[in-house]
């Protein structure tokens, strides 16, 4: 059983769309982070959000984490082909990585 | 910017031969993690260290898999009697113990080894 949940798995959009890309779980997390990844090359840090509620902008991406802190959200605005990637939500149980669960992961494609 | 470097990039092997994979994590990051991933997949926990001391391994970690962290700098992570289920990409990662703020600690992630077993 996954204990992250990611939807959509895979999503191919024109450049200038916007999209979002959802991360449910039924456990609670003290804290949830947004990674990408590029094909052979290791998963990159985007941002972490830690409080029921929170939301969190990082240029065209916004990030909100869960009232009840078992779900999160990455919408992306008018998105380009740099977006392209694998992004993966992962939920700490406790404050360390050790505790890390990865999302199943969404492929983004974006195409001119 | 030195970041967190894995060797060898691809391994091919044969079933039943056993192979190593080195991590030399950022030079002022004192934890140290493992990871598989598999295609289609997020990545799983392994192990981890702190300085030199294993503190967790998860259950996926089979008698066949031993990691070490001898001087508390770089990592080898030893596969046994490879088997075509080991094939994967394995991902080290590093960081600072956090400092006491729920959810500041930051993983940074290698490049990963590609192994492929035949």
């Known amino acids: 059983t996954q204990l992250l949940e990611q939807s959509p798995q895979f999503l191919s959009i024109q450049e200038g769309e916007n999209l979002t890309v959802y991360c449910n779980s039924s456990?609670?997390?003290?804290?949830l982070q947004w990674y990408r990844q590029e094909p052979g090359e290791g998963p990159v840090l985007l941002v972490t959000?830690?409080?029921?509620?929170e939301v969190k902008k990082l240029k065209r991406l916004t990030f909100q984490f869960g009232d009840a802190r078992k779900d999160s959200s990455l919408h992306i605005t008018a998105a380009q082909p740099g977006d392209t990637g694998l992004y993966l939500c992962?939920?700490?149980?406790?404050?360390?990585?050790?505790?890390?669960?990865f999302g199943t992961g969404t492929r983004l494609q974006v195409t001119l | 910017d030195t970041g967190v470097s894995q060797n060898p990039r691809h391994k091919i092997t044969k079933r039943g031969q056993n192979v190593t994979f080195r991590c030399d994590p950022i030079?002022?990051?004192?934890?140290l993690y493992w990871y598989r991933q598999t295609l289609g997949q997020g990545p799983e926990f392994l192990t981890y260290?702190?300085?030199?001391?294993?503190?967790?391994k998860s259950r996926l970690l089979s008698d066949r898999f031993s990691a070490e962290r001898p001087k508390g700098s770089f990592s080898t992570l030893e596969i046994q009697r490879t088997e075509q289920g080991d094939s994967a990409m394995y991902l080290c990662?590093?960081?600072?113990?956090?400092?006491?703020?729920?959810?500041?600690?930051?993983?940074?992630f290698g490049s990963g080894t590609q192994l492929s077993v035949l």
């Open positions: 990662a590093s960081s600072v113990t956090p400092s006491g703020a729920r959810g500041n600690e930051k993983l940074f």
């Open positions: 456990s609670v997390f003290s804290s």
């Open positions: 959000v830690v409080t029921g509620g």
């Open positions: 992962a939920g700490a149980l406790t404050g360390t990585a050790s505790k890390l669960t």
């Open positions: 030079s002022e990051h004192n934890r």
């Open positions: 260290f702190q300085n030199e001391a294993q503190l967790e």
